[in-house]
């Protein structure tokens, strides 16, 4: 999809919804709807496609006993008030970025992906099966909300830039559009750094306001078109190894549902973080080509190495900050997330990477 017909589909979505009213959710004959606002444009690859397949997949398997109305950025609210329209009850359900919310709870940023942290079968592990969704829950508690993964993008791009970098000295003041730990990481090492949703960034870029910026990766930032406005594409992050999106319920009113409604909510919520790694997996190289082959970007396959020094030196210095916090929630979030890291990356480094090493070197199908 091209960023102009991307972007008409997306202007018709937001005219048609613009007379939602934010009446009661329908309550009938035992039947529920909720409405859930999202961080992203409407029909937006694997991000708005996969938040209205998950939405489909509850309502569908629920046989429409609990029906999930989509609702795109802007639509109801602004992209990043999506998670405060389902606190103060304009909406039941969100879906977006837990990074997007650090203002409410710093220890929310490890729950979508942290530099030099997890993959994204890393971070599944630690969630599912070493207590990483007890605590996220604790957080969530605060807040009266119920979080799961939805979604996962994989290892993110590094973002675009109007001229090769060569160091340090050339991201000194450079005004960034990146999110989460990875933003104070790249503040750290001197870039000037803010946080836009995906729909407002190629405007900032086109203006000027905006030097550079990272979003996810080659399938949605063709479709947003920043090779239009930017050629140096750097395709891998190292503030973004496995980043992962969230559904986020009203928690008082999923408690509230049926055993096999709750059953079905946290099921689909399931299949669709695997089902959309499916889709960027697939489509992340076929548009990376399109770039190159049909727009003439130049890919950088990595950072210089001072560039990844000091990220990694950042990256540390601020994981240890959290874990040293003063904030009980935070402190505990850190210590769990960095042993769980510290016993996975042995079976990742250890197996699949030297798997990789070896299919690189070795063999190739012509």
Same mark, same amino acid.
């Given at each position: 999809?091209?960023?102009?017909?991307?972007?008409?589909?997306?202007?018709?979505?937001?005219?048609?919804?613009?007379?939602?009213?934010?009446?009661?959710?329908?309550?009938?004959?035992?039947?529920? +709807?909720?409405?859930?606002?999202?961080?992203?444009?409407?029909?937006?690859?694997?991000?708005?496609?996969?938040?209205?397949?998950?939405?489909?997949?509850? +309502?569908?398997?629920?046989?429409?006993?609990?029906?999930?109305?989509?609702?795109?950025?802007?639509?109801?609210?602004?992209?990043?008030?999506?998670?405060?329209?389902?606190?103060?009850?304009?909406?039941?359900?969100?879906?977006?970025?837990?990074?997007?919310?650090?203002?409410?709870?710093?220890?929310?940023?490890?729950?979508?992906?942290?530099?030099?942290?997890?993959?994204?079968?890393?971070?599944?592990?630690?969630?599912?099966?070493? /207590?990483?969704?007890?605590?996220?829950?604790?957080?969530?508690?605060?807040?009266?909300?119920?979080?799961?993964?939805?979604?996962?993008?994989?290892?993110?791009?590094?973002?675009?830039?109007? @001229?090769?970098?060569?160091?340090?000295?050339?991201?000194?003041?450079?005004?960034?559009?990146?999110?989460?730990?990875?933003?104070?990481?790249?503040?750290?090492?001197?870039?000037?750094?803010?946080?836009?949703?995906?729909?407002?960034?190629?405007?900032?870029?086109?203006?000027?306001?905006?030097?550079?910026?990272?979003?996810? /990766?080659?399938?949605?930032?063709?479709?947003?078109?920043?090779?239009?406005?930017?050629?140096?594409?750097?395709?891998?992050?190292?503030?973004?190894?496995?980043?992962?999106?969230?559904?986020?319920?009203?928690?008082?009113?999923?408690?509230?549902?049926?055993?096999?409604?709750?059953?079905?909510?946290?099921?689909?919520?399931?299949?669709?973080?695997?089902?959309?790694?499916?889709?960027?997996?697939?489509?992340d190289p076929i548009a990376l080509r399109t770039l190159v082959e049909e727009h003439g970007v130049t890919v950088h396959p990595q950072?210089?190495?001072?560039?990844?020094?000091?990220?990694?030196?950042?990256?540390?210095?601020?994981?240890?900050?959290?874990?040293?916090?003063?904030?009980?929630?935070?402190?505990?979030?850190?210590?769990?997330?960095?042993?769980?890291? @510290?016993?996975?990356?042995?079976?990742?480094?250890?197996?699949?990477?030297?798997?990789?090493?070896?299919?690189?070197?070795?063999?190739?199908?012509?």
């Amino acid at each position: 999809m091209d960023r102009r017909s991307f972007l008409k589909t997306s202007a018709l979505g937001g005219t048609a919804a613009a007379a939602t009213t934010l009446a009661a959710p329908a309550v009938a004959q035992g039947r529920i +709807t909720w409405r859930m606002v999202t961080t992203w444009p409407r029909n937006f690859p694997g991000l708005g496609t996969g938040a209205q397949r998950l939405a489909d997949r509850i +309502t569908q398997a629920s046989d429409g006993q609990l029906t999930v109305e989509l609702f795109s950025a802007g639509e109801i609210v602004p992209a990043l008030q999506s998670v405060d329209a389902v606190i103060d009850g304009g909406a039941e359900a969100m879906h977006g970025a837990a990074y997007y919310w650090m203002n409410k709870s710093q220890a929310l940023a490890f729950f979508t992906g942290v530099p030099y942290g997890m993959t994204s079968r890393e971070l599944a592990a630690w969630v599912r099966y070493m /207590g990483g969704q007890e605590i996220w829950d604790d957080l969530y508690d605060q807040f009266g909300l119920q979080g799961f993964l939805s979604g996962d993008t994989g290892t993110q791009a590094g973002g675009w830039f109007q @001229n090769e970098l060569t160091g340090l000295a050339d991201i000194q003041g450079l005004r960034f559009r990146t999110p989460g730990i990875g933003g104070q990481c790249w503040q750290r090492i001197g870039a000037s750094v803010t946080n836009l949703a995906g729909g407002e960034i190629f405007a900032a870029l086109q203006s000027g306001t905006l030097d550079a910026a990272e979003f996810v /990766g080659p399938y949605n930032d063709l479709a947003l078109g920043f090779h239009q406005v930017r050629n140096h594409y750097y395709i891998t992050s190292f503030v973004e190894p496995g980043l992962a999106t969230e559904f986020v319920v009203d928690k008082a009113k999923f408690t509230a549902l049926p055993d096999n409604l709750q059953q079905i909510v946290r099921s689909a919520a399931q299949a669709e973080y695997d089902q959309t790694a499916s889709e960027f997996y697939a489509n992340d190289p076929i548009a990376l080509r399109t770039l190159v082959e049909e727009h003439g970007v130049t890919v950088h396959p990595q950072f210089p190495d001072e560039i990844l020094e000091a990220g990694a030196n950042a990256a540390r210095d601020i994981i240890m900050e959290f874990r040293d916090s003063s904030d009980t929630l935070t402190a505990r979030t850190a210590n769990s997330y960095i042993e769980a890291l @510290n016993t996975l990356r042995t079976r990742t480094e250890g197996t699949d990477m030297s798997f990789l090493q070896a299919r690189s070197r070795f063999f190739t199908l012509g």
